[in-house]
């Protein structure tokens, strides 16, 4: 009689996919190769307004930390938003280096909270002791100033320029200038860089330069090579926020 033999044993798990191997479709795009000696808050802001033009962003992460240097998050509210982003504007210029662009791996807090699957992390305890003890010194110290911490905004610091509504030029009540290739760009946020709007316009072919007043913030001029190239670019860009209440208002310059 023949001896019965074992059953074979279960086959191993399939091995983890490799490094670099394509991410799943998401809300938030990756960027890396981006340009180090720009400002923390500029480059916030500059990628806020570049990628807002495919749909509602949720947020924009970027830190000051070694490791995290020449990247950034960008979170949208669609994921079709960041799939035409990441096709749109793969190895764009941005501040002089293309940018390279893919799905994040992991999902952001802001979705994870959204779909209910955010799990908190542990904070560093001593940091946050540290944290609460400099917050209560300095409620402590404003108390005994006369200040109620409670009212920082009505009776203490300032608010911060971000919160201050801005009015803006105000064109004066004559009538629109003739089509030629220079644009005239108004109600622009006060945080607005030339950067910003070089890197706006010049996804329009035919750009040539962006010039901005010191002494007269809110507006800009754009020009063009020809006016047929100017008028695309307003069409495209008229009513675009760089901020959610700041529509640019794009017109013909006066000559």
């Not at 191993?12 to 990756?30: D, F, K, L, M, R």
């Not at 962003?57 to 950034?72: N, S, W």
């Not at 209910?116 to 992390?121: E, K, L, M, Q, S």
């Amino acid at each position: 009689m023949e001896e019965e033999q074992p059953a074979p044993a279960p086959a191993p798990p399939p091995p983890p996919p490799p490094a670099g191997s394509e991410t799943a479709s998401n809300q938030t795009i990756y960027i890396n190769n981006l340009n180090e000696k720009i400002k923390l808050d500029e480059l916030k802001k500059s990628l806020h307004a570049v990628f807002s033009q495919f749909g509602k962003i949720l947020e924009v992460l970027a830190f000051k930390t070694l490791k995290h240097k020449g990247q950034a998050w960008v979170v949208f509210d669609e994921v079709s938003s960041a799939s035409n982003a990441i096709r749109q504007m793969q190895g764009f210029p941005f501040y002089d280096k293309p940018m390279r662009i893919q799905y994040a791996k992991s999902k952001s807090d802001v979705i994870a909270k959204a779909d209910g699957t955010f799990v908190p992390r542990e904070k560093k305890k001593k940091h946050d002791d540290r944290g609460r003890k400099k917050k209560d010194q300095h409620d402590a110290n404003q108390a005994a100033a006369g200040l109620n911490p409670a009212y920082a905004g009505a009776y203490g610091a300032a608010p911060p320029l971000s919160q201050i509504p801005f009015m803006g030029a105000r064109a004066a009540p004559e009538g629109p200038a003739p089509p030629n290739n220079i644009l005239f760009i108004q109600n622009l946020p006060h945080q607005t860089t030339s950067m910003m709007l070089q890197m706006l316009f010049s996804q329009c072919p035919g750009f040539k330069e962006v010039r901005m007043i010191e002494a007269k913030p809110g507006i800009a001029f754009v020009e063009y090579e020809t006016e047929m190239q100017s008028t695309v670019a307003m069409q495209g860009l008229q009513g675009f926020k760089i901020t959610d209440d700041h529509p640019m208002l794009v017109s013909y310059a006066k000559k």
